[in-house]
């Protein structure tokens, strides 16, 4: 049964960096397609942020590339996200997700709020 | 402002079909075949329902089905149930961004 779980602070103040770890069961990350991390501002759809493919290359969304920094721990098959420079506007939920090559998100997480407020 | 249009709800009574939409362009819905559609219930992981237009993963009730016409995609629920009361959330491949999503349809079971 595939299984992901996302982990970390619930509040980050601005400007700081937002780190988020995903834990995974059920499948090696080393083998899947692509482990995505996803967001959903509240009251809004979701926003893809970037994918780590198993050959370790890395894909951002455009518009978050300059903030946004995806890695993976294989041995402990998990992966990991870190935002910098953080506003109210990266209040979201945060999931983290596997993806196909077709861009299927086949299983989330069951996402975790995060508040960026002083 | 989400990249996906979706009607930001739908409803019908059980038993009775309903179907959702999801309009892109030809730079992501309309030029390829990969439109998802997701399931949220609030307090659970979100659930793939259809992928690649039209296809079902095993263990999705066949009372759902997908389809798509040019830039449109579409989530029909036959049958409703009072289970299938959930947000829905449609998805593309996007040539720019990769992966778009649209701003999900409540559905209400009268």
């Known amino acids: 049964q595939v299984q992901l779980q996302e982990s970390g602070p619930g509040l980050v103040k601005p400007s700081e960096t937002l780190s988020l770890t995903c834990d995974v069961s059920g499948y090696s990350i080393s083998s899947a397609d692509y482990s995505a991390w996803i967001r959903q501002p509240p009251g809004k759809g979701q926003e893809w942020i970037g994918s780590f493919f198993r050959t370790g290359n890395i894909l951002y969304n455009p518009s978050l590339r300059s903030r946004v920094t995806i890695s993976a721990d294989t041995s402990k098959n998990q992966f990991s996200l870190k935002l910098t420079s953080v506003t109210a506007a990266d209040t979201a939920v945060y999931f983290c997700?596997?993806?196909?090559?077709?861009?299927?998100?086949?299983?989330w997480g069951q996402g975790t709020l995060v508040t960026v407020s002083s | 402002q989400s990249a996906l249009t979706q009607p930001p709800s739908a409803s019908g009574s059980p038993g009775q079909s309903v179907t959702i939409s999801c309009t892109g362009t030809s730079s992501d819905v309309g030029g390829y075949n990969y439109v998802s559609w997701y399931q949220f219930h609030p307090g659970r992981a979100p659930k793939l329902m259809i992928y690649e237009v039209s296809r079902r993963p095993s263990g999705v009730p066949d009372r759902f089905s997908g389809s798509k016409s040019g830039n449109t995609a579409s989530l029909t629920v036959s049958g409703l149930q009072a289970e299938d009361e959930a947000y829905y959330y449609c998805s593309s491949f996007a040539e720019i961004d990769n992966l778009v999503f649209g701003g999900g349809t409540k559905l209400t079971v009268l």
């Open positions: 997700a596997s993806v196909s090559t077709t861009w299927t998100v086949n299983y």
